[in-house]
């Protein structure tokens, strides 16, 4: 029942599309409540353990044209978003470096072209730049020498996850959204609120039964005096591997990709794969200090695209934003912000209206109506 003393919206999980939607959401003037059952730095989501490269490009080796064209668009976004926090957040926009041993060079064309097929033309035109070894000990000058060619993506980014998820939680607090950390919302006792966004990753799967998990672990060194400029990725025929450097010389390595919802700790196999790896694409990461092994589970759907659910009445469900939600997270959070605000004002209340919306949304692929669910 819908009383004055509810929120407008209620944001189920606090990862990085709550957190997001809930910013977007509180900075048009919402009241905005969001529940999360980690702490505010977000040590519980998926969001915590990623690399958080922005790499459309280099994604498009794995993923098709609808998140690489996401991909692209959110980068422009960040560097608002980020503006307006109210803390500083590490983003560089540095390209990535693509490299490979001579051993695996057969890896090469197969990436390459994998990129020209998923790629919108406008980010492969200037933003495949081939490099010989000696223009990429230039580019590079910490891998010079070590390869005999590579590519470079000038136009890439990354940012700092960790630091992001905090600045949006002082943000939040800030623009008045009130924030219920360490609070598990089941699906039997949804806080009551005149919309619900449920953006629970993989803790939807109650809500999403075709969402799964794929685990990734990634380790966190620092090595100081390589000073990579940039994330660089190596391809490999068994454990493609990147490598992103922070601030600090701080290094995330990662990142494996395991079907399957196991949260338990790293393996030694693929402690041993990631490290080696590194280790092979600059020696002196053998002097690096470990400071964290540690593996997460990326919430997926089974096409691998993300998606906005409408449940037909005040609920709708962001998910499926698989290994790219920080690079497509801005254009989600704000295709689900203005279809959250339409429910709100009730613009969307049957399914021609949805039709409707769907048709004319900048990103339409995202929308669908959950099966089984009666329109009001
Ligand atoms: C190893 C690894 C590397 C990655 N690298 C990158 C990368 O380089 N670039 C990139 O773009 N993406 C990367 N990702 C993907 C990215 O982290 C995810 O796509 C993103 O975090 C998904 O955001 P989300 O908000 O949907 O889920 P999450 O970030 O997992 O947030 C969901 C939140 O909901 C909360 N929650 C769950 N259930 C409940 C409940 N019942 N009640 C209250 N709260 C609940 C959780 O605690 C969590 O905080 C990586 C992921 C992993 C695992």
């Known amino acids: 029942m819908t009383t004055r003393a509810q929120p407008d919206f209620a944001i189920v999980g606090g990862g990085l599309c709550g957190r997001l939607v809930a910013w977007r959401l509180a900075g048009d003037g919402h009241r905005v409540a969001l529940y999360e059952r980690g702490d505010a730095l977000g040590t519980q989501a998926a969001a915590w353990i990623a690399a958080a490269m922005l790499a459309p490009l280099a994604e498009a080796s794995v993923a098709e ?13 960040w560097p608002r978003i980020l503006a307006e926090l109210p803390e500083p957040v590490f983003f560089q926009r540095n390209g990535t470096l693509v490299v490979w041993h001579h051993a695996d060079r057969t890896e090469a064309p197969l990436f390459e072209r994998r990129v020209r097929a998923n790629a919108p033309a406008e980010l492969l035109d200037g933003g495949f730049v081939t490099l010989s070894g000696k223009a990429l000990g230039a580019a590079e000058p910490a891998l010079a020498g070590r390869f005999a060619q590579g590519w470079l993506l000038p136009r890439e980014g990354q940012l700092d996850n960790r630091q992001v998820l ?40 109650p809500a999403l039964p075709t969402l799964r998990g794929i685990r990734g672990e990634v380790a966190r060194v620092r090595a100081p005096g390589i000073g990579l400029a940039r994330p660089v990725r190596l391809l490999h025929p068994r454990y493609p591997l990147y490598i992103a450097p922070k601030e600090d010389d701080l290094y995330v390595i990662g990142a494996t990709e395991i079907e399957g919802e196991d949260m338990s700790p790293v393996s030694v196999r693929s402690a041993l794969e990631l490290l080696s790896a590194a280790f092979s694409v600059h020696p002196g990461f053998g002097e690096a200090r470990i400071l964290e092994l540690n593996s997460q589970c990326r919430p997926t759907l089974p096409d691998h695209r993300p998606a906005l659910v409408w449940d037909g009445a005040q609920t709708l469900r962001v998910n499926g934003l698989y290994r790219h939600g920080y690079m497509i997270a801005p254009e989600v959070a704000d295709e689900a912000a203005r279809f ?33 669910h009666a329109v009001a």
């Open 166 to 205: 905090g600045a949006l939680a002082a943000g939040l607090v800030e623009r008045g959204v009130e924030c219920h950390w360490n609070t598990t919302v089941t699906d039997d006792a949804f806080p009551h609120a005149r919309v619900v966004i449920d953006c629970r990753g993989l803790g939807a799967k």
């Open 340 to 372: 959250a605000a339409a429910l709100l004002d009730r613009r969307i209340a049957d399914a021609d209206a949805f039709a409707d919306w769907q048709r004319n949304a900048r990103w339409h692929e995202l929308f669908h109506l959950e099966a089984g």
């Open 65 to 77: 044209q609808l998140i690489t064209a996401l991909g692209a668009a959110s980068l422009e976004t």
